[in-house]
């Protein structure tokens, strides 16, 4: 166990390397310099700004020095901002993502474990439609269309109401955090039920619940004991990326409901050409998915010992 | 639950079958057997849903390759008259004159209205009660809340979407009036909102309304003000405003041929363009911009995973089929990149592409899908290789001195078909899901080129006053995923290929 963590360890460490490097290209390969604004900056001062960010050096040697700042956890000087760090960047925003992505995913998982597990129950009987039904639009229409769609809801239901029911947009309360959180799990909720449900009608034809019938126990218990708890393996698999996914993929629930997001403020340094913020809001993101993809599969082989052994042996 | 519902057998279950009987039809194999993709598709024409989505898809590729034909508008003619439209199947417009300068109406000092060339015309004045109630002047401190609302307030011309004119007696005591429009009938003298105009003397007793007018019902009040304060009371009319066009847009836009005579023309009610999905904000068609967007959402959405898909499965089957430290090596990096944040290096990839003027976004696009996507396929591919390397058949081959080429492409690749063609089919809607994503927040197709993404993100601007504009592009691509998606269950069934999600 302890050699296939540290392998798993190292190849964590690897690929975070490998996610720095390619970002590093990415942002070398980008036409135009980090310095070329609408303001026109006489010679010396572009010098002098170039110093300040180290572009005056050697590609080798900037690509050594990103490395090592990255080593250190130091991403660097925003472009745009004056004097704002990007560690200060990703501090003080990727905790409201993060908050976001929990909530979403905490209901989405629950949300998705439940409803797959009544539709296995329910198969090919009206609830089982009636939530296929679901999964399949939950699947199909775009986070987009949730988003503006529940923006708009809010706006009546408030003008129907008279007073204030949720806010429109915006940040700080829990009740700004309900709308935008449902939005964004509704797709992992959807994908989880499908899963949950194809995993549940797979595992009641597994030896073990013909055993279990066998010995006579209680289709309740077989349900709980027997079934649910090898059904839900799969979905703990998807679990890592799936939170990676969330987090990122916030973008357009962060803009829509105007959430000071990390996926927000990525958008927007895109559109500024910040350079260090794009480059380390990349990497972090990049390490967060990787951290949570090696934990997902750690904590798989945790609850299943089978995966344990094999991948021991 | 039902996996343990009791099945009671009788004897009857147990009976030989009658050969001639109806219901065992299916037991008994009739006519030639049928090769493995010949019977997919017979048990994919029986999945209706299946075949539904297909037909479904097909209607899609017809509407963006045979539709432009059938609706000629150019998708990048702005209908200036018509902006932000509700959809519409042609509506009649009144011609009016390019020249809106009006002299209004100036009262005489005596405050008697000097009609210039006022026109009765049957339009309801609704005078508020209180008018009537109020409508002696007292003269303490609260003078100005008893200010009468000004009597006979009436439609000049007829009322059109180019201007609406408005006339009223003057009322004692006012030093100006102040003019205002709601879509509703006003509740109450504080239910009027901010005034559209405020007039310059207590003579002006007139007003020309040239903004942004649509052809809805309108409500105008006038409230006389003694220069510090508002009265309470105001007069009301119901206006219903007429559609209109200018002459010369229309000779413009082609509803008047170009040597119709002006004098002839105004007046006139000419048809305008129809719009059956109605336009965007820019006055641009919605369906023949939905059906030009179309071909950029299928081309993103088809090309992309067709193109990902080959180069994976190339590079899966090499994997596979040679095995060792190259396939170990290969495989390190298919991870590698698969670890990349998918969507942060879409945008990523926009950046360092530097889409310059004229170029649409789609071909960085494109690529930047390619390189990000490929690993998930190339694995696939490699576990299929591994799979179908221990199969009796390919030993057959290699027996025989088959080339390794041939291996591949005669043996493997045909095998490996069926988990190819599910696979693309989910792999369509996820990119076109991908596209329609960044071009929504804006990092993805440049404009004006359409793509239903690019669409979403326009008709997101409007969508509290023109929702359809965002609701067209959603239903498309909302309707093409659904359709892929259920495609691909169909045909997974149909092929019986397991895929693990």
């Known amino acids: 166990m302890l050699h296939y963590l540290m392998k798993r360890l190292a190849f964590g460490v690897l690929t975070i390397w490998f996610i720095a490097t390619a970002t590093f290209v990415g942002m070398h390969a980008v036409p135009g310099d980090p310095l070329m604004s ?24 900037q690509y050594q020095i990103y490395i090592m700042n990255m080593l250190k956890g130091d991403f660097g000087i925003s472009f745009t901002q004056q004097n704002r760090r990007v560690n200060d960047i990703i501090a003080e925003h990727f905790p409201v993502s993060a908050l976001l992505g929990v909530l979403a995913i905490g209901y989405a998982t629950l949300g998705g474990i439940m409803l797959g597990a009544i539709t296995s129950l329910y198969r090919n009987r009206w609830p089982d439609y009636l939530l296929i039904v679901f999964v399949v639009l939950g ?23 008279g007073f204030q029911l949720l806010p429109v947009a915006g940040w700080g309360s829990i009740s700004h955090m309900i709308v935008p959180s ?17 995993s549940m009608l797979e595992v009641i034809h597994a030896d073990y619940i013909r055993t279990a019938r066998a010995k006579g126990l209680s289709s309740q218990r077989i ?45 927007q340094a895109v559109q500024q050409l910040d350079y260090t913020v794009i480059m380390g809001t990349t990497v972090f993101y990049g390490a967060f998915l990787v951290l949570m993809v090696t934990l997902a599969d750690l904590l798989y082989g945790l609850i299943d010992p089978r995966i344990r052994i094999q991948k021991v042996a | ?65 045979v539709g432009p034909w059938v609706w000629t508008l150019d998708p990048a003619r702005q209908d200036l008259v018509q902006i932000s439209r509700a959809p519409h199947l042609g509506i009649s417009a009144l011609v009016v004159d390019d020249n809106f300068n009006w002299s209004g109406v100036i009262a005489d000092n005596e405050l008697t209205v000097n009609h210039r060339h006022v026109e009765s015309l049957s339009v309801e004045v609704i005078n508020n009660e209180e008018v009537i109630d109020n409508s002696v002047l007292s003269d303490d401190a609260s003078y100005s809340e008893g200010l009468a609302a000004p009597s006979n307030l009436r439609v000049v011309d007829k009322p059109n979407t180019e201007y609406v004119r408005l006339t009223w007696q003057p009322v004692v005591g006012a030093a100006r009036y102040l003019v205002y429009r709601n879509e509703r009938q006003p509740e109450s003298a504080t239910d009027l909102g901010v005034p559209l105009w405020e007039t310059d003397t207590a003579r002006d007793v007139s007003y020309q309304d040239r903004l942004k007018l649509e052809a809805i019902t309108y409500y105008y009040s006038v409230v006389a003000t003694d220069g510090l304060n508002e009265s309470n009371h105001y007069a009301v009319i119901q206006v219903d405003v007429q559609q209109a066009i200018t002459f010369s847009d229309a000779v413009y836009s082609e509803v008047l041929p170009p040597e119709a005579s002006k004098l002839d023309s105004i007046g006139r009610m000419v ?24 071909r950029i959402s299928l081309f993103i959405g088809i090309v992309a995973p067709f193109l990902y898909l080959a180069f994976g499965i190339i590079y899966g089957s090499v994997a596979g089929f040679f095995g060792g430290l190259l396939d170990e090596w290969m495989m390190r990096f298919a991870d590698f990149v698969i670890a990349l944040p998918f ?14 003027p004229g170029e649409s976004g789609v071909i960085p696009m494109l690529v930047a899908m390619i390189v990000l996507s490929w690993p998930s396929m190339a694995r696939l591919a490699r576990g299929q290789v591994l799979q179908l390397r221990e199969q009796p058949y390919i030993e057959a081959a290699k027996l025989f001195g088959a080339s390794s080429w041939h291996m591949v492409f005669r043996h493997m690749l045909p095998n490996m078909l069926s988990v190819i063609l599910v696979s693309l089919t989910f792999a369509i809607p996820a990119a076109i899901f991908t596209e329609a994503f960044l071009s929504f927040i804006g990092m993805g197709v440049v404009p004006p080129t359409p793509s239903w993404g690019s669409m979403s993100h ?12 965002l609701i067209f592009p959603a239903l498309f691509i909302s309707i093409t995923v659904l359709a892929f998606n259920i495609l691909g269950d169909g045909l997974r069934d149909a092929l019986d290929v397991r895929i693990r999600e």
């Open chain 2, 458 to 469: 326009d008709g997101m601007k409007t969508l509290m006053t023109h929702p359809h504009e």
């Open chain 2, 271 to 294: 048809e305008l363009q129809a719009h059956p999905l109605g336009t965007d904000y820019l006055g641009r068609d919605m369906l023949s911009r939905l059906m030009l967007g179309a």
């Open chain 2, 343 to 356: 969507l942060l290096f879409m945008i990523l990839f926009k950046v360092s592409f530097g889409i310059g």
């Open chain 1, 223 to 267: 349900f709980y004991r027997h079934q649910l708890r090898n059904a839900v393996l799969p979905v703990i698999t998807v679990l890592g990326p799936a939170i990676a996914a969330i987090t990122t993929g916030g973008f357009v629930v962060e803009l829509i409901f105007a959430i000071p997001g990390l996926g927000r403020y990525f958008v």
């Open chain 1, 38 to 61: 609408d303001k026109a900056v006489s010679p010396e001062i572009r010098k002098h700004l170039e110093q300040r960010y180290g572009l005056d050096k050697p590609i080798m040697q």
């Open chain 1, 139 to 161: 699947i199909s229409i775009p986070s987009f269309v949730f988003a503006s769609i529940g923006q708009l809801m809010i706006l009546k239901v408030n003008a129907w109401l």
């Open chain 2, 1 to 65: 639950m039902a996996a343990s519902r009791n099945i009671n057998f009788t004897t009857d279950d147990f009976k030989l079958i009658d050969r001639g009987s109806q219901d065992i039809e299916y037991l008994v194999a009739e006519g030639p057997s049928l090769s493995y993709w010949r019977e997919a598709w017979c048990r994919l024409k029986m999945n209706r849903r299946a075949l539904l989505s297909l037909f479904t898809i097909l209607f899609l590729l017809l509407f963006t390759w």
């Open chain 1, 182 to 198: 449902l939005i964004l799990g509704l797709g992992i909720l959807a994908y989880l039920t499908r899963l949950m449900r194809s």
